[in-house]
């Protein structure tokens, strides 16, 4: 049955790509990629030769309804990201969304996610935590961190490097500079490293040694 598949893409290594996921990216009629370029290369790595269609935050609002369309009339998809599972932090949502209200199946296969194996790192617990991916640029942001402040559960942020610093001190300032903090960062890449310690002393860090790669912030919850 013509359905849309959500599939996991490596984060780093390509080793974590699963053999599910190659055999469903040869099968279906269409893999949506958030950038073709990028996902060609992979393709091309798993001799994958399925034809792409480009879906990103810029065209979804207006791609959705021909998709969704598409499939129902017998067409089989694939959505894929840069890197990790397609809607988290990352176009997909309003697809699942469109797919759900229609009536059209979908099926997202496990595999990689850049928060999962930072929490677990983190010697933080994570029996009950929340995820907050990447924080509002300006609008929004102070009064989030307000709130964030109580939050008792353990919290999980996604950052780029060059407005880490600026997030960290902004961590020091809302949770304090003691709260305990841990920082991943190119996560199953060659240079992965996770920086432990109070907020204070990893912003102090990563003021002496400016970050590259992508990064994942996991914050202890409030004591």
Excluded: W
Aim: charged residues 25%.
């Amino acid at each position: 049955m013509s359905k849309l598949y959500l599939v996991p893409t490596p984060i780093g290594n390509l080793e974590d790509m699963t053999f599910r996921a190659i055999r469903v990216l040869k099968e279906v009629d269409y893999i949506l990629a958030e950038d073709t370029r990028n996902s060609g290369k992979l393709l091309k790595h798993f001799d994958i030769n399925t034809p792409m269609h480009s879906h990103h935050m810029h065209n979804e609002h207006k791609t959705v309804e021909t998709i969704v369309r598409r499939i129902q009339n017998g067409e089989t998809f694939a959505l894929i990201s840069d890197a990790g599972t397609p809607a988290i932090s990352d176009p997909g949502f309003l697809l699942v969304r469109a797919c759900v209200e229609a009536g059209v199946e979908v099926d997202c296969l496990p595999g990689a996610t850049a928060f999962v194996p930072a929490l677990v790192n983190s010697g933080f617990p994570n029996d009950k935590f929340i995820f907050e991916g990447f924080l509002p640029v300006k609008k929004g942001r102070q009064t989030r961190l307000t709130l964030l402040a109580e939050e008792q559960r353990t919290i999980i942020f996604y950052e780029s490097p060059h407005k880490l610093l600026k997030t960290l001190s902004q961590f020091a300032e809302f949770f304090g500079p003691n709260r305990p903090i841990s920082v991943s960062r190119e996560i199953t890449k060659l240079h992965e490293e996770t920086i432990r310690g109070t907020v204070a002393e990893v912003l102090a860090h990563y003021t002496q040694k400016p970050p590259k790669g992508e990064i994942v912030v996991v914050v202890s919850g409030k004591k």
